[in-house]
């Protein structure tokens, strides 16, 4: 009897030291490494749509041929800074983002387009290489990949600049139909839950 259960005793033990070292095993070469690298990619993608923003801010000031400093375009990468210095009067009857509009020619909006697709190439390898556990972050970003795939054959077209403006508004100002001006950056926000 004093046999059988101190196997028992045994069997316990050798199962409890076997699921803890599975437990460390997994750990360690499993959840450490993907952690890092979703912090990595997460990161990157940051980063990647600041610059996204910025060198749209920059062709933006090449529409309204006018010169800029990088303090300007930093600050311009504020929501509510963006929305006031472009909605500014500078003539009669237009304001400074009615002057971008019309000063997007053919080739700026190329350089819109090739940012827009810089940006989607950058959202499409996160999508690929990381599992979003977020199911609201995912669809997301999957809808803005494909929003971003649109894009690739806007032109100056009239029709085209309308898209345009649409959606670089909403993107710089946080412009939403359903909820009209938000002070959160909704696609900053998806990201960081990634």
């Known amino acids: 009897m004093l046999w059988s259960s101190t196997s028992s005793i045994q069997i316990v033990f050798d199962i409890s030291v076997g699921v803890i070292v599975s437990l460390f095993i997994y750990v360690l070469v499993i959840w450490i490494p993907d952690q890092r690298k979703r912090s990595r990619i997460r990161r990157n993608l940051t980063y990647q749509y600041d610059a996204f923003k910025e060198a749209c801010v920059q062709i933006f000031f090449s529409a309204l041929k006018q010169p800029y400093d990088s303090e300007l375009v930093g600050r311009l990468k504020d929501r509510s800074f ?22 997007l020619n053919k080739s700026l909006v190329k350089e819109l387009v090739l940012e827009l697709e810089i940006l989607r190439t950058e959202v499409n390898y996160a999508l690929t290489v990381i599992d979003i556990d977020d199911q609201e972050s995912f669809a997301f970003l999957k809808q803005l990949t494909q929003i971003l795939y649109r894009s690739r054959n806007w032109t100056n077209d009239y029709d085209d600049i309308k898209e345009l403006s649409r959606f670089m508004w909403s993107v710089h100002t946080g412009w939403s139909w359903a909820q009209g001006y938000t002070e959160k950056d909704i696609i900053a926000e998806m990201i960081s839950k990634i």
């Open 82 to 103: 963006f929305r006031q210095y472009f909605k500014e009067q500078v003539s009669g009857d237009q304001n400074r983002w009615d002057v971008v509009l019309n000063g």
